[in-house]
């Protein structure tokens, strides 16, 4: 075919190519806008990656890649058609322009994110009066309410250095405040935590995001300094606590609890076996505000419209044509209730987009579902908040609702030969497993764990949500204004009783959860990448932008396969000390040993959980390793190069205690500061209180005959949100 003849197909919809016939894979009719997301999702990845904090100069040149990469993509077709530039170099530059300008936007809206939400992180540690609003009530891990404040005041801090926001767990039983009051009590307070080991999950990002600038708690009464005022964004959100109560109230139970945080997001009812029991069990997703919930209710409120219109012509009103857009119509604005109704957090925001673009596309006389939608949807997601890319509920939700898409064309195929009465249950057991297969890998790489029955428990339980819980909820809320939601609660609240009952009996099971080792940090990435390119090459060459070759695929797969094989041959520290210096934690054949049964119950509890170990820290210390009094303990590291001895000095008698220990090399790590007792120079490397608040929490792993130790502080890199906390004062 000559030049002339293939000019014309530079201007479809594919930008090169026509698309591809509607009976084609889908990965092919979405052509190339899923690879927008991704090749976004490059940019932002490299984003977080980095050691430093990028400057000026790196968003100069992103933008001028940005500025390159349209420049090119409008100037191809024309270099191509004055014979400048082959055909087949112009499909191949024209595409890594479009990569190359998409991955510097997503670098770009990380710093501007970050610009965006950048505020005070208290960098010492603070006890005395704060002041602030109530702007959210929730429970922490160990069942404690949290307050978190804004508009916050701390005694003798300059403004500047006060956090916009500071969340406060309480230790005293009283009356909790409302949103949008205005409170005082004494609190503690310090900069967000750090990971409990380098590589480890970084409270500290997901803090600076919210621009949570101090966590702490406090053990004295809360005390009203002024009342809410009326009107405002917070008046809603005290109607939606209200509302959370009331189905509480009309629950009961911790029925009432789960009940409460389907509806309005609100989770401070739910006990933490609770969400024990949830998790085992893999239903822990239904508590929180995810697309599951979105779609049953768009779907529930789609259907109910589309009914109620064909009634209503039945009955000889004429509605006009189109009811299934007035449906999508109504759903959408349900969706968008919904989502004021839950608190409007992040994952709920994912969620509505998701859903929203759905029925955007139907009102557009699109197809609803499909990867074209999910492509926009994470388009969306990717640019107002980029940093969603690295949490479990971004990855795991595009993973199943992409998983489930492609698994509709197998599913037409099968479902005309079953009988229609085997239809419903068919297609509830294949979505449970694709969903479940999708997820279970990164549900395992950030959690720790895998449930051996969940495929059951959701088998048992979601039919039950979709057909009472959420049309319930949906119908409480019409009805409440007329004093009559007490029935439809009722049945909702069936519903949520028969969800705790199944995942009480799930969790029972002997091996519910099987616990896995923490992987590298790079194996979560590795996956995504190599599932994007395993999928989505076959786009390529069906667009035309890209010969028909079988290795663009098998990357994908040996991508996915070096993932596995990174997590499968990972071998876990040595030796694991805390940033407090409180806690430290050595491999043995038996596990790892604590030094201590108390102290750093946090860090202490997320090794454990990283080494696939059950055991809790009292079971763990009770191992046989460590010799000496409780402030003062003492054990051998075994190492190819001869045994390190390794002390642990805590408590008012470390200082005396040091000078004899601090000799031969030997590993000395303490909560105290240290440094004037042994001097500049010790003989014995030493990792005091002074040296971890700069390094945070250290690793040690065997390095040729000896040892090499791995920082927090290096691995994390210098970025906005890993400054060290200080003294006040310094």
């Not at 609803?368 to 990855?395: D, H, K, M, N, W």
Request: aromatic share 6%; proline share 7%.
């Amino acid at each position: 075919m000559g030049r002339a003849e293939r000019l014309p197909a530079m201007g479809t919809a594919a930008g090169w190519r026509r698309p591809a016939q509607a009976r084609s894979p889908v990965t092919v009719r979405a052509g190339l806008l899923p690879w927008v997301p991704l090749w976004m999702a490059l940019g932002v990845g490299g984003w977080f990656a980095l050691p430093f904090e990028p400057g000026q100069i790196a968003y100069v040149l992103a933008a001028g890649v940005v500025a390159a990469g349209l420049a090119f993509w409008f100037a191809l077709p024309w270099l191509v058609a004055s014979g400048r530039i082959g055909w087949a170099w112009g499909d191949q530059l024209r595409l890594l322009a479009l990569a190359l300008l998409l991955a510097a936007l997503g670098f770009g809206f990380c710093g501007l994110r970050s610009w965006m939400v950048a505020a005070p992180v208290l960098d010492f540690r603070y006890y005395g009066p704060v002041e602030g609003r109530v702007v959210e009530i929730d429970r922490s891990a160990r069942d404690r309410f949290r307050l978190t404040l804004d508009q916050v005041v701390l005694d003798d801090v300059t403004s500047d250095r006060v956090p916009q926001r500071v969340r406060i767990s309480l230790f005293d039983d009283g009356p909790l405040p409302v949103p949008g009051q205005r409170v005082m009590l004494s609190a503690h307070l310090g900069p967000p935590n750090g990971p409990a080991e380098p590589g480890g999950f970084d409270f500290r990002r997901m803090a600076w995001f919210e621009s949570l600038g101090a966590i702490g708690y406090a053990r004295t009464p809360v005390l009203t300094v002024e009342p809410p005022r009326p009107g405002g964004a917070l008046a809603l959100h005290r109607l939606r606590m209200r509302l959370a109560q009331g189905m509480r109230d009309s629950i009961g139970g911790q029925a009432g609890a789960v009940a409460a945080a389907l509806m309005t997001g609100d989770r401070s009812g739910i006990d933490e076996r609770t969400n024990d029991i949830m998790r085992a069990s893999n239903l822990y997703h239904i508590v929180s505000i995810s697309g599951l919930h979105m779609s049953m209710l768009a779907g529930f409120v789609y259907a109910g419209l589309r009914l109620l219109g064909v009634g209503l012509q039945a009955m000889g009103v004429w509605l006009g044509g189109g009811l299934h857009k007035w449906a999508a119509a109504g759903a959408l604005l349900a969706a968008a209730v919904y989502l004021w109704l839950s608190g409007g957090g992040v994952a709920t925001e994912r969620s509505f987009v998701m859903v929203a673009v759905m029925l955007l596309a139907i009102l557009a006389d699109r197809r609803a579902v499909s990867l074209r939608t999910v492509a926009v949807a994470a388009v969306v997601i990717l640019a107002r908040t980029p940093e969603g890319l690295t949490t479990p509920g971004f990855q795991m939700s595009f993973a199943a609702t992409v998983a489930l898409i492609l698994s509709q064309g197998p599913w037409s195929s099968v479902a005309p030969r079953l009988p229609v009465w085997l239809r419903p249950v068919a297609m509830l057991l294949l979505s449970s497993l694709v969903a479940s297969l999708a997820t279970s890998p990164l549900a395992a790489a950030h959690f720790g764990r895998m449930t051996q029955y969940g495929l059951l428990a959701n088998l048992l339980v979601v039919p039950v949500v979709g057909i009472l819980v959420m049309p319930g909820g949906v119908i409480a809320a019409l009805l409440a204004p007329l004093g009559l939601a007490q029935p439809a609660l009722w049945c909702m609240g069936l519903g949520v009783k028969w969800m705790l009952l199944v995942a009480g009996w799930i969790a029972s099971l002997g091996g519910a959860v099987t616990l896995v080792r923490l992987p590298p940090p790079a194996v979560v990435p590795l996956l995504g990448l190599g599932a994007c390119l395993l999928l989505l090459a076959p786009a390529l060459a069906a667009q035309g932008l890209a010969p028909r070759r079988p290795w663009r695929r098998l990357s994908g797969a040996a991508l996915l396969l070096v993932a596995l094989l990174l997590w499968s041959t990972n071998h876990r520290p040595l030796l694991l000390i805390s940033a407090e210096g409180d806690a430290i934690a050595m491999m043995t054949a038996a596990g790892r040993v604590p030094s201590k049964p108390k102290g750093g119950a946090f860090a202490v509890a997320e090794w454990l959980e990283g080494d696939a170990d059950a055991a809790d820290q009292q079971a763990a210390a009770a191992r046989p390793l460590w010799q000496g009094a409780a402030g003062a303990r003492s054990a051998y590291l075994a190492l190819p190069g001869g045994d390190l001895a390794v002390h642990h000095l805590t408590g008012k008698r470390a200082a005396a205690l040091a000078p004899p220990l601090c000799r031969g090399g030997a590993l000395l790590i303490s909560d105290a500061d240290l440094g004037a007792v042994l001097g500049r120079r010790p003989d014995c490397t030493l990792l005091d209180m002074r040296r971890l608040r700069a390094s945070g929490a250290v690793a040690v792993r065997a390095s040729g005959s000896g040892y090499v130790l791995i920082t927090t502080r290096a691995q994390a890199g210098a970025r906005a949100w890993t400054a060290p906390p200080r003294r006040k004062g310094d």
